[in-house]
């Protein structure tokens, strides 16, 4: 049975403590892969593609040839929902293009370039699943920015292939190269480079401890998007809720696994009550029954609140990942929203939806990060350039103020740039 609190202005302490990415066994090895690989390339790599995936790969670029004989094992309605959600990625996506400017005004320009990232590395896990959406969720956003080379990683199967619907998700979304390596070795090679990667600029993706401490520690070297951690959902909830519908939507996280949270904030003890009795009922059922059953019992939650004031309080305490607002009027809610990284409104709007088909991006802020930081986007794969005209009157007009401003912080030669200009000109006016 989930546990239920009595909202009394603060989360319970097991949801405080929810963060789980700091190692230091995992820091440490993580440090000496990424040493290995900037030392021995290819080799370092592979060995340690032999080590932890336990298969050896000879050649780590996927063909053509691969890409095509994976596309013709995929299932076509499988193809078709890939596809449809491609459209619905992209079309979300295409909105949140920005505009380059420039200010012509007189003597003076000033503008601002915005200009892809040129390289990017997409980190997608595998291994022991397959994770088309997050290819889709990655390749998608990068491609609209105008990225020119996108490489995807992700571990191989004991076949020494990558899964047939990931690499098909892969082609359809516009990827350049992929490469069948995961881990923190490939972190390090899309940072750094080897013989046959190439490096790259940013690096974005989710991965496990290994992948999100790595991202960590090339950071610099490289961008990064955000360091996730593990799933988590907080439901908001009213009498007008079907209990069967807020379990199972507390499970489709839970069922993500080790150190995942979920809270659900209700209003009234039997509605709270009601909701429990089903996630019980439901988790028994669950293929990964076990997984859940840690998550719920580490890092689950019922939080009975009076009002939707104290409600919505609570859910900007817990600043999730997933947000759904199971309520009679959703709408009313959302001006009440401060830190949620994805928003779902209504009783019809579950959080799968948003991680497949809906097209807003399911690469979201985990662990309370959503109080600073947002979800995977066009932003993440554009730089800005400013870009400034002056004339010489211009220049000679603000030159006092410059220079008051250079001299007061002791900098003499910044002074002396414009100063030099300023005295020239007036040499040429006498």
Do not use: W
Request: charged share 25%.
């Amino acid at each position: 049975m989930i546990d239920i609190f009595k909202y009394t202005g603060q989360l319970p302490e097991k949801l405080k403590s929810r963060t789980q990415i700091n190692d230091d066994a995992v820091n440490s090895s993580v440090k000496a892969i990424i040493a290995d690989v900037r030392k021995r390339g290819d080799k370092a790599v592979l060995e340690y593609t032999e080590k932890f995936d336990k298969v050896k790969v000879s050649d780590m670029r996927v063909s053509r040839q691969e890409i095509d004989e994976a596309i013709e094992k995929v299932d076509p309605k499988l193809m078709d929902a890939i596809e449809r959600a491609i459209v619905n990625i992209t079309a979300f996506h295409e909105k949140q293009k920005r505009l380059s400017f420039m200010d012509y005004n007189g003597d003076i320009t000033l503008g601002q370039l915005i200009l892809p990232i040129e390289n990017v590395g997409v980190y997608v896990p595998g291994g022991i699943a397959a994770y088309p959406s997050s290819v889709l969720m990655n390749i998608i956003p990068a491609k609209v920015a105008g990225s020119k080379r996108i490489v995807m990683v992700t571990p191989p199967m004991s076949d020494g292939k990558v899964y047939p619907l990931t690499l098909a998700a892969a082609d359809l979304a516009g990827a350049d190269e992929i490469y069948k390596v995961g881990g923190a070795q490939a972190v390090a090679a899309l940072a750094y480079g080897t013989e046959s990667i190439a490096p790259v600029d940013k690096i974005v993706g989710p991965g496990n401890i290994f992948v999100a401490n790595a991202k960590r520690e090339v950071y610099g070297t490289v961008g990064i998007d955000m360091i996730a951690g593990p799933s988590e959902i907080m439901v908001v909830a009213d009498e007008s809720a079907d209990p069967d519908f807020i379990a199972a939507d507390l499970l489709s996280q839970a069922e993500h696994g080790p150190n995942g949270a979920v809270c659900l904030a209700v209003l009234g003890m039997d509605v709270a009550e009601k909701c429990a009795k089903a996630l019980d009922e439901q988790m028994a059922k669950l293929e990964r029954s076990e997984i859940a059953k840690k998550v719920v019992a580490d890092y689950g939650a019922i939080i009975v609140v009076d009002n939707y004031e104290d409600a919505m309080e609570c859910a900007n305490l817990f600043a999730p990942e997933h947000l759904e607002l199971c309520v009679n009027d959703p709408y009313a809610l959302l001006p009440y929203v401060k830190h949620a990284g994805s928003i779902f409104l209504g009783h019809y709007s579950p959080e799968p939806l948003g991680d497949y088909f809906s097209g807003q991006n399911h690469v979201l802020p985990t662990s309370g990060t959503a109080r600073f930081s947002s979800p995977l986007g066009v932003d993440d794969f554009i730089k800005r350039s400013s870009v400034v005209y002056y004339t010489k009157r211009a220049l000679i007009e603000a030159a006092p103020y410059i220079e008051a401003f250079a001299n007061a912080e002791g900098l003499g030669a910044h002074a002396e740039s414009i100063a030099i200009r300023r005295r020239k000109a007036e040499e040429e006016n006498k």
